[in-house]
């Protein structure tokens, strides 16, 4: 059965590669084989950062590896392309693009920030925009695209805008009213947006975004070209570009789509513009297009671009393949955001229906973290002395007295757990059972040790 997804709009959109009809899918013992190589004694409820791996994706990869070191050259003349090219296919059907040469794998949404962002400060180098024209952001951005920004747009005289948007966050129609403030603030003084940066699903805070309606809302403002950073989208959410509009979209492949690190895909949709965007490292295919000049730049480990059939194998070994997955992961976080929310006393940061396979959880406020080395250190306790990995975010609040409170006071500290197909009900109570007793023992986040 196929679940509609209305964290991406309404697409009725269904990937070309249905699951395997399997009269044995996989279990939950195969399932602990295939992650066997991660650390036995860590909960490890992380896996929004580094993504996962299984052994049968980490062979196919071996593989690849040693075909090329037993004979380079043939490799490269006669397999390379070919390989990546079928892993490019593959992603063409899984995101709905229209055409092949609109798909490039780059090594992360860095890289891809980077080639976007490129062509947008040779714009303002040559005189094509004008200094002061805008590039409109989310505050909460990924820290690599604000420095791609810095690198590209403003040292070349472009003006940047940041939507600041609420958290925790009740609505969609909050961000939408956020976004939509900024719009004006960023044409005023005659000022033109000339690309709007937007998350489809932030890091830290996670939220999921109404992606579909802000870049509709950006085509009724004008704004020329919009780029989504979905870094954390594929796998983890339903991704039709086409449904969604945007000129480009990058999601990593290695974060909730078990590919190894580190593999992107890069959708950019045909038109003038997409013919002007080139890779940053400039090697001997530069200007056969992006595809092309993506598929080598230089002697390197390809492996992890070339494993996306090994991929597709594996997740069609669950339930409803990669839809499968895809539910069990957002219906077992939110279980798993329920049952610490209400051990701790707490809340969740956004609405379920705002949540992928990433949820943010409140912190009891007598652990007192108010500062951004506070999670710091109360993130590294837990992985020393607990073996607990999960990001700690700190929420900064001008308006305390309008802020969520528990118990015992305002609650100004959330984790960010996220739920794959290897995680157990023990990896969060190990967490849950870790902050209350921190918490008994009276123990404040400065007070802790860091291992």
């Known amino acids: 059965m196929e679940h509609e997804d209305p964290r991406n709009g309404e697409s009725t959109h269904r990937s070309s590669k249905k699951p395997k009809i399997s009269s044995k899918f996989i279990s939950e013992s195969e399932i602990r084989v295939e992650f066997s190589h991660h650390h036995p004694r860590v909960a490890r409820i992380n896996n929004g950062s580094f993504g996962s791996c299984p052994g049968l994706v980490l062979e196919a990869q071996r593989q690849w590896q040693l075909q090329f070191l037993r004979q380079p050259d043939a490799f490269y003349f006669n397999t390379l392309r070919n390989g990546i090219m079928a892993s490019r296919k593959i992603i063409k059907d899984l995101i709905n693009a229209d055409h092949i040469d609109e798909v490039s794998l780059v090594d992360n949404a860095t890289t891809a920030a980077a080639i976007v962002l490129q062509q947008i400060g040779r714009c303002f180098a040559e005189g094509k925009f004008q200094k002061n024209d805008t590039v409109l952001m989310l505050h909460c951005a990924f820290q690599a695209v604000k420095k791609s920004i ?6 070349a005289g472009g003006f940047v805008i940041e939507v600041r948007l609420p958290f925790p966050v009740n609505s969609e129609e909050e ?13 005023s003084n005659g000022r033109k947006i000339r690309l709007a940066i937007i998350d489809h699903i932030t890091s830290m805070p996670s939220v999921v975004i109404p992606v579909k309606e802000l870049v509709r809302i950006c085509r009724e403002e004008g704004i020329e ?7 954390h989208a594929i796998g983890s959410v339903r991704v039709d570009v086409k449904e969604v509009g945007a000129d480009f979209y990058v999601s990593n492949l290695h974060k909730w789509f078990f590919c190894p690190p580190s593999v992107a895909f890069l959708y950019c949709k045909k038109s003038n513009i997409s013919s002007d965007v080139h890779h940053p490292v400039v090697s001997h295919e530069y200007g056969n297009g992006l595809p092309t000049e993506s598929a080598w730049i230089g002697t390197r480990d390809y492996s992890s671009q070339l494993v996306v059939p090994a991929v597709l194998e594996f997740v069609n070994r669950f339930e409803g393949g990669i839809d499968g997955i895809m539910k069990r992961n957002h219906d077992q976080v ?3 955001g329920k049952m610490l929310a209400e051990s701790w006393g707490t809340n969740l940061g956004s609405p379920l229906e705002m949540c992928a396979a990433m949820i943010m959880v409140g912190l009891p406020s007598r652990l007192s973290l108010n500062s951004e080395e506070d999670a710091v250190r109360l993130r590294s306790h837990l992985r020393g002395c607990y073996d607990v990995e999960v990001p700690i975010f700190y929420q900064v609040s001008k308006h305390l007295k309008e802020g969520v409170r528990d118990k015992d006071g305002f609650i100004t500290g959330y984790v960010r757990i996220s739920h794959q197909v290897y995680n157990t009900l023990e990896d969060y109570e190990k ?10 023992d009276g123990k404040t986040c400065k007070m802790l040790q860091i291992e």
């Open 150 to 155: 810095q690198a590209y747009v403003t040292r």
């Open 175 to 187: 961000i939408i009213s956020e976004f939509k403030r900024s719009i004006a603030k960023g044409k």
């Open 225 to 231: 070209q919009v780029f989504v950073d979905a870094a």
């Open 334 to 336: 939110v279980k798993m």
């Open 431 to 440: 967490l849950r059972d870790a902050i209350n007793r921190l918490v008994e």
